[in-house]
Nanobody
Framework: QVQLVESGGGLVQTGGSLRLSCAASGSIVGINVLGWYRQAPGKQRELVADITRGGSTKYADSIKGRFTISRDNAKNTVYLQMNSLIPEDTAVYYC??????????WGQGTQVTVSS
């Protein structure tokens, strides 16, 4: 099994920045995609961004130009740099992994709150 541990959430004012980190451990052989999802109260969980082992990225339209995803394959860690945060970014952010057999794992989630 893969274990994902997130860190870096918190409270920030509009226009501020946060950096989320997620470290993968356990059965990490075969992990291809690492990503971030978020879920706001009363809404469905949605993809924020993901990145393949080779470095290909995908972003949600709502955060393009403000968030940057990156990964360190040697450390089995994925990062999400979030700039120009707005209240609509308030959500629980979840780390996700997907391996070459399409098995998925989720982190426990980290709260991000942006005050107006």
């Amino acid at each position: 099994q893969v274990q994902l541990v997130e860190s870096g959430g918190g409270l920030v004012q509009t226009g501020g920045s946060l950096r989320l980190s997620c470290a993968a451990s356990g059965s990490i052989v075969g992990i291809n995609v690492l990503g971030w999802y978020r879920q706001a109260p009363g809404k469905q969980r949605e993809l924020v961004a993901d990145i393949t082992r080779g470095g290909s990225t995908k972003y949600a339209d709502s955060i393009k130009g403000r968030f940057t995803i990156s990964r360190d394959n040697a450390k089995n860690t994925v990062y999400l740099q979030m700039n120009s945060l707005i209240p609509e970014d308030t959500a629980v952010y979840y780390c996700n992994s997907r391996d070459i057999w399409l098995r998925q794992a989720w982190g426990q989630g980290t709260q991000v709150t942006v005050s107006s």
